[in-house]
Structures are given as C-alpha cells and as structure tokens.
C-alpha cells in the first residue's frame, strides 16, 4: 500500500511550471509531508489502486481534470479519490456546478453581487429571438460565450447587427452547451492603465491583481492604491463569490465600467488557475505570488492532515513594496 500526504494532478508529464511544482515540494519538505506527482501516464492503473486501497492520498490538488466529461481519465481519478475520503482541491461537484455561467450567473444575482447585463440561451432555443427590450439593454457590441468555456475559448464579441445565422456560427465552439449574450464591458481608465482585474481567492484569502485585457500582463494591486482608487470591492465580490461558489482556489476577473463607473464581475469563477512564471513568460504571474500560492496550498493540507482545517477567516495578500528612505 502507497500513502501520500499531498499529490497534485498535473496533465502534462514533463513539468514546464517548474517553480510552482518545486515551491509545493520545498514546503512539502518543511513540513515533514510526503509529495507525489501524478501525470497522464498510468491514470487507470492508479484509478484502480485507489479503488482497491492500494492508494491512500490525504490531500490532492487537481490542475488536470475536465470535470464535466465523465470520461477524462483525470475526472474519474478525482472522483475515486474523493469517494475513498481524500480532501480535493477543487471538489468536483462544486467544480461542475460553478464552471457552468448559465448557473453561477443567477447565483450571483440572487446574492447582488454585480454582473454584466445577461440573456442566457439554452441549447435547446439556438435560434431563439431576442425581445425589443432584450436588444435594448443588450446593445452593441455584445460578447457571445459558452456557458462552460474558459481561457476565453468560444468568446466573440459582436460589434454590429447580426443575422441569428451568424450568431449561431459563434456559438459552434459547443453546440451542446448553453452560451450567454451578454452586454460588453468597457473599462475605465486609471491612472492611465484599464481599471481590470484578475481576483485570485485562495481559500479566503482574497490577491488583487491589475490584468491588462489587451496584453495580459499581471501586476499585483498595491495597498495604497486599493485605498487611491477605492478598490476595496474587489475584495468584498471575490469572497462573496467564494461563498457561493465554495470553491478553495479560483480567480474571477472585475472591471470598473467606463459607461457608469461600476464594479463588474466580467468572468464569475475559473479554477486551476495558471501559474507561468512572469520570469519566463510575459503574461504570467508574478513569481513570488506563484511561491506564495505553493506555500498557501501546503499549509492548507497540513492544517487540514492535522485536524486544524478551517476557512473561517478572510485575508488581504499585497505584494512586498521597497521603501525609500525618504519614504521611512
């Protein structure tokens, strides 16, 4: 019989993130848990280990699995883990129920946190007409999106009137899925950057980023600009969105509308959360946030092999500012 502390699912054998894996296995090593990782290779074999008790994993950390095709191998290693008793991060019916927007998006409603305006298109109405006072709120440019998508695949913006054939085309992505019109989202400028942010929530603790649309390049928010320009709702919609959602580890994306000045959640949940290192990738993340995600992540199993697991409290995670000495 095999026990692990802590295993991550990884879909790519050869490990291209090398800092975010060596980050988990050095806090691994702090703290005295045993690491594994586990690639595409040998899935079914490992499905029936687990199975059969001949694997005990404690805690496992999912970047692999496509939750809702029940047939990925990665999915059903999931499932078997977590029917054996293993603590997943994300589990994967919540995963199931807050990837899809045409469910997440009512559930937001409900609780008023705020979303772009919505018509939400069932599979089974693709050639549905919009009402006057749908194309009214709507207007143009709008975003067409598949209600599962993400990385912003299946997304296009329809920047004019459309015939219901070219709309169609648009939602080819997944013609299975439902997709979702909803109003496009301009975002004010401050300080001359689009006031656009990707929210990280690792398990209640709340890390703002700036995110440029148009390059994709990360920067953290600082505190004194959360207090310059009045961003404390970022803070406020990530954690509400993590209480709906109740999923441990996701990023949203929030905007400032240009049109009314508004907070918007533009993009509700997205978990297995990239982790490029900015040092080699120029749209990835900071790398001393990716080593504190790692460090966060493993404190989390050892709280919870330990008995001591908890989410009832909520944080704020700034990025390290040098002083001056003017500034002393």
């Keep these: 019989m095999d026990k692990f502390d802590f295993a991550i699912g990884w879909p790519e054998e050869h490990v291209k993130r090398e800092l975010f894996i060596n980050a988990l296995k050095a806090e691994c090593r702090a703290r005295k848990l045993s690491f594994v990782f586990i690639g595409p290779r040998k899935l079914k074999k490992l499905i029936n280990a687990v199975k059969k008790g001949r694997l005990i994993v404690k805690f496992y950390l999912d970047m692999a699995s496509e939750t809702y095709d029940p047939a990925d191998k990665f999915t059903r290693l999931a499932y078997s883990l977590k029917d054996a008793g293993t603590r997943i991060v994300a589990d994967p019916d919540d995963v199931k129920e807050a990837a899809d927007k045409s469910i997440t998006h009512f559930d937001l409603l409900r609780a008023k946190v705020p979303v772009p305006y919505t018509i939400v298109i069932r599979n089974w109405e693709p050639t549905r007409r919009l009402s006057h006072q749908e194309k009214k709120k709507l207007r143009f440019p709008f975003v067409i999106k598949p209600a599962m998508g993400y990385g912003q695949k299946g997304v296009k913006i329809i920047n004019k009137r459309q015939t219901l054939k070219e709309i169609a085309k648009a939602r080819r992505f997944d013609i299975g899925d439902n997709f979702l019109l909803q109003e496009f989202v301009e975002p004010l400028k401050l300080a001359g950057k689009p006031a656009w942010f990707r929210v990280y929530n690792l ?92 460090e966060r992540i493993i404190d989390k199993a050892w709280q919870y092999i330990q008995g001591k697991y908890t989410l009832s409290y909520r944080a704020i995670w700034f990025p390290r500012v040098k002083v001056r000495d003017e500034d002393a």
């Design 203 to 294: 398990f209640g603790e709340v890390i703002p980023c700036w995110w440029n649309p148009y390059t994709n390049i990360f920067r953290q928010v600082t505190l004194k600009e959360l207090d310059e320009y009045k961003l404390l709702p970022l803070i406020r919609i990530s954690s509400e969105i993590g209480r709906i959602t109740r999923i441990d580890w996701f990023s949203c994306e929030i905007a400032i509308n240009k049109r009314n000045r508004k907070f918007l959640v533009v993009d509700y949940m997205n978990d297995q959360c990239a982790v490029y290192p900015q040092s080699k990738h120029k749209d990835g993340l900071p790398d001393d946030l990716i080593v504190h995600i790692a």
